[in-house]
């Protein structure tokens, strides 16, 4: 890691181990997955004799078309397949033989990836913040680190849930894809430090969202190999769902001629850049439904012409709707880390423990490097460059300053601290706030994000406690006697800490004398970011898209907090949820 020609290396190996490695069970795999789904496709072999938008017929067309195939999409689309023809349009692929989104050893290759194929796209927000947005069927699933655990139920009174209807969902999630953890070495001295340090009482193994300090489930098996939103749609009607991958939605098409705008389907390029039309039938129950992420979403709708109308016509869009709350709201909760050196040979672990403080924090963990042959080694942990930080940073965009400073900072870091991990302090429901805009109509291309970290100074407030805390954790004896480490001073965990973080967000002298500028300096994000279409400003309290008719959204855009401490179990019950209410409201006793 001590020059430009390791970071070659670096993405040599990845590049390798992404087209050359394959699980000596592909050819079994592959058989087994086009048993279980059947009805999954490429998006070029859509039939071009189906009926076109400007000219539809009563007796075809879909019943719902999705838009998205991720958290949510795939389990609305499984759900709603019971009764009613659906088609579920995905932009990725499949995660099932590829073995960067499989296995948990190899977590971090794919958030490396920033090739046009690559299961993950990189993104920057304005505020120099590096993240990452699915491009894979099973969404965020098929590239996260696997933690699932409910909202509380705060969170599920206050978005005005059915609490029954949300307690029924929940199990058909987790009796299919969630697992209960292996609970490493290094997980148990979290959870010792975290009740030493007074994150109390400990409560076990649970999916709930309790104060205290707990075990949640994940999405790898005790295998390491990952479960995700996809392999919901093994529960589908096949006769009922088509699903489309390498489908690209350019925009939903709207008939304009009446009172209000309606939704009747939508464009979508495939693998080859052909573009097709599908459309949903004349039944009015029939529906377009947006489940694109807290990215993808808010994005679609305002190149389709839904969204505040001087920013549209800017670029030319022809207006549906204007609707100036489109891509505003936007929210990502930031999360600072203290890094953990160890003298010991730590394991990989990704998010198991979790404390719910009543500081308004959260903290989690994670440690060690890959086991893989195949993967990149001296990594450590969940916030490292090697998995999503400079190393997701496309080559042209790499400023020599950014490239010779990581370099620099990791031969101030000595090789046994790879073996170590860190203490991720996240804040929960930011007050800071801000929105998204187009920067052209081409939908490939990542819109402008800016999230304004820290701008309310409440979450300020709370980053600080988060760090005082985590620190406090790091330096507790559970941690030295695991770690073989002598207790280290708090400035000297900052220093490594400012080190072992990058993102685009300049420097201060002060960063580890002044916890509020380490905070501002070091924030990186945990990939929860939401809002972007409101419930009350973009979309009705059932997810109707406001001022145009057959048109949903179903997705994190919606949320105005990230429900619990990690929203993927949530999301993926909010597509179960909603597809159960949208059958039981077009059903009654039928459902």
Same mark, same amino acid.
């Not at 990581?406 to 000595?414: A, E, T, V």
């Not at 002298?509 to 409101?534: M, P, R």
């Not at 145009?548 to 997705?555: A, G, H, P």
């Given at each position: 890691?001590?020059?430009?020609?390791?970071?070659?290396?670096?993405? $040599?190996?990845?590049? &390798?181990?992404?087209?050359?490695?394959?699980?000596?069970?592909?050819?079994?795999?592959?058989?087994?997955?086009?048993?279980?789904?059947?009805?999954?496709?490429?998006?070029?072999? &859509?039939?071009?004799?189906?009926?076109?938008?400007?000219?539809?017929?009563?007796?075809?067309?879909?019943?719902?078309?999705?838009?998205?195939?991720?958290?949510?999409?795939?389990?609305?689309?499984?759900?709603?397949?019971?009764?009613?023809?659906?088609?579920?349009?995905?932009?990725?692929?499949v995660?099932?033989?590829?073995?960067?989104?499989?296995? /948990?050893?190899? =977590?971090?290759?794919?958030?490396?990836?920033?090739?046009?194929?690559?299961?993950?796209?990189? =993104?920057?927000?304005?505020?120099?913040?590096?993240?990452?947005?699915?491009?894979?069927?099973?969404?965020?699933?098929?590239?996260?680190?696997?933690?699932?655990?409910?909202?509380?139920?705060?969170?599920?009174?206050?978005?005005?849930?059915?609490?029954?209807?949300?307690?029924?969902?929940?199990?058909?999630?987790?009796?299919?894809?969630v697992?209960?953890?292996?609970?490493?070495?290094?997980?148990?001295?979290?959870?010792?430090?975290?009740?030493?340090?007074? *994150?109390?009482? &400990?409560?076990?193994?649970?999916?709930?969202?309790?104060?205290?300090?707990?075990?949640?489930?994940?999405?790898?098996?005790?295998?390491?190999?990952?479960?995700?939103?996809?392999?919901? /749609?093994?529960?589908?009607?096949?006769?009922?769902?088509?699903?489309?991958?390498?489908?690209?939605?350019?925009?939903?098409?709207?008939?304009?001629?009446?009172?209000?705008?309606?939704?009747?389907?939508?464009? $979508?390029?495939?693998?080859?850049?052909?573009?097709?039309?599908?459309?949903?039938?004349?039944?009015?129950?029939?529906?377009?439904?947006?489940?694109?992420?807290?990215?993808?979403?808010?994005?679609?709708?305002m190149?389709?012409?839904?969204?505040?109308?001087?920013?549209?016509?800017?670029?030319?869009?022809?207006?549906?709707?204007?609707?100036?709350?489109?891509?505003?709201?936007?929210?990502?909760?930031?999360?600072?880390? !203290?890094f953990?050196?160890?003298?010991?040979?730590?394991?990989?672990?990704?998010?198991?423990?979790?404390?719910?403080?009543?500081?308004?924090?959260?903290?989690?963990?994670?440690?060690?490097?890959?086991?893989?042959?195949?993967?990149?080694?001296?990594?450590?942990?969940?916030?490292?460059?090697?998995?999503?930080?400079?190393?997701? !940073?496309?080559?042209?965009?790499?400023?020599?300053?950014?490239?010779?400073a990581? !370099?620099?900072?990791?031969?101030?870091?000595?090789v046994?601290?790879?073996?170590?991990?860190?203490?991720?302090?996240?804040?929960?429901?930011?007050?800071?706030?801000?929105?998204?805009? /187009? *920067?052209?109509?081409?939908?490939?291309?990542?819109?402008?994000?800016? $999230?304004?970290?820290?701008?309310?100074?409440?979450?300020?407030?709370?980053?600080v406690?988060?760090?005082?805390?985590?620190?406090?954790?790091?330096?507790?004896?559970?941690?030295?006697?695991?770690?073989?480490?002598?207790?280290?001073?708090t400035?000297?965990?900052?220093n490594?800490?400012?080190?072992?973080?990058?993102?685009?967000?300049?420097?201060h002298?002060?960063?580890?004398?002044?916890?509020?500028?380490?905070?501002?300096?070091?924030?990186?994000?945990?990939?929860?970011?939401?809002?972007?279409?409101?419930?009350?400003?973009?979309?009705?309290?059932?997810?109707?898209?406001?001022g145009?008719?057959?048109?949903?959204?179903?997705?994190?855009?919606t949320?105005?907090?990230?429900?619990?401490?990690?929203?993927?179990?949530?999301?993926?019950?909010?597509?179960?949820?909603?597809?159960?209410?949208?059958?039981?409201?077009?059903?009654?006793?039928?459902?």
């Open positions: 890691m001590a020059s430009i020609g390791a970071v070659k290396i670096f993405f $040599f190996s990845y590049a &390798f181990c992404l087209f050359n490695f394959l699980p000596p069970s592909q050819g079994k795999q592959e058989k087994l997955n086009a048993y279980r789904y059947p009805f999954i496709r490429k998006a070029s072999t &859509f039939p071009s004799s189906t009926p076109s938008i400007s000219a539809p017929t009563n007796n075809n067309g879909y019943d719902y078309i999705i838009i998205g195939g991720g958290t949510a999409g795939c389990p609305l689309a499984t759900t709603l397949s019971q009764k009613f023809s659906v088609l579920l349009l995905e932009r990725g692929g995660p099932f033989t590829n073995p960067n989104v499989s296995f /948990l050893e190899n =977590f971090h290759i794919t958030l490396a990836d920033t090739s046009a194929t690559s299961a993950s796209q990189y =993104f920057k927000s304005e505020d120099g913040v590096l993240n990452a947005r699915a491009r894979v069927l099973g969404g965020g699933s098929s590239i996260n680190a696997g933690f699932y655990t409910r909202a509380s139920s705060r969170f599920i009174e206050k978005v005005g849930w059915d609490p029954k209807l949300v307690n029924e969902s929940y199990p058909w999630i987790e009796k299919q894809i697992h209960r953890p292996t609970f490493s070495s290094y997980q148990r001295a979290v959870r010792d430090s975290l009740l030493d340090s007074g *994150v109390s009482p &400990f409560n076990g193994f649970t999916y709930d969202h309790i104060y205290g300090t707990k075990l949640g489930g994940t999405i790898f098996d005790r295998f390491g190999r990952r479960h995700t939103a996809a392999e919901l /749609l093994a529960s589908a009607n096949p006769q009922k769902l088509t699903v489309l991958i390498y489908a690209t939605v350019q925009k939903i098409v709207f008939d304009t001629k009446g009172k209000r705008p309606k939704a009747v389907g939508v464009i $979508f390029e495939d693998e080859n850049g052909k573009r097709h039309e599908a459309i949903i039938g004349n039944d009015k129950e029939s529906e377009v439904i947006v489940s694109s992420g807290a990215i993808g979403t808010p994005q679609l709708l190149l389709s012409g839904i969204g505040p109308k001087p920013e549209l016509e800017k670029l030319n869009i022809s207006v549906v709707h204007d609707n100036p709350f489109v891509g505003k709201g936007m929210v990502d909760n930031p999360m600072n880390t !203290i953990v050196p160890s003298n010991r040979e730590v394991h990989q672990s990704l998010i198991e423990t979790v404390g719910i403080t009543k500081l308004g924090v959260y903290i989690e963990a994670s440690s060690g490097f890959s086991q893989s042959p195949n993967s990149i080694h001296w990594h450590h942990g969940i916030v490292s460059p090697e998995i999503g930080q400079l190393s997701t !940073i496309p080559p042209k965009q790499r400023s020599q300053e950014a490239v010779q990581f !370099i620099k900072n990791k031969k101030d870091i000595p046994e601290a790879f073996r170590g991990g860190f203490i991720l302090s996240k804040v929960a429901n930011p007050w800071s706030v801000g929105d998204l805009k /187009l *920067v052209n109509t081409n939908v490939n291309d990542n819109p402008s994000v800016t $999230f304004n970290y820290f701008s309310h100074p409440y979450d300020l407030h709370r980053c406690e988060g760090i005082k805390l985590a620190t406090k954790v790091v330096q507790s004896q559970h941690f030295t006697n695991y770690t073989l480490c002598n207790r280290e001073t400035e000297k965990l900052l490594l800490s400012v080190k072992a973080s990058v993102n685009l967000v300049p420097r002298a002060n960063d580890t004398k002044s916890l509020e500028q380490f905070c501002k300096d070091t924030v990186i994000t945990i990939w929860h970011y939401h809002g972007g279409c409101h419930v009350g400003k973009v979309v009705s309290s059932d997810h109707k898209v406001l145009v008719d057959k048109l949903r959204v179903v997705d994190g855009s949320f105005d907090e990230s429900p619990g401490t990690n929203p993927q179990a949530t999301v993926m019950m909010m597509g179960r949820y909603m597809g159960l209410k949208i059958l039981r409201d077009r059903l009654g006793k039928l459902a």
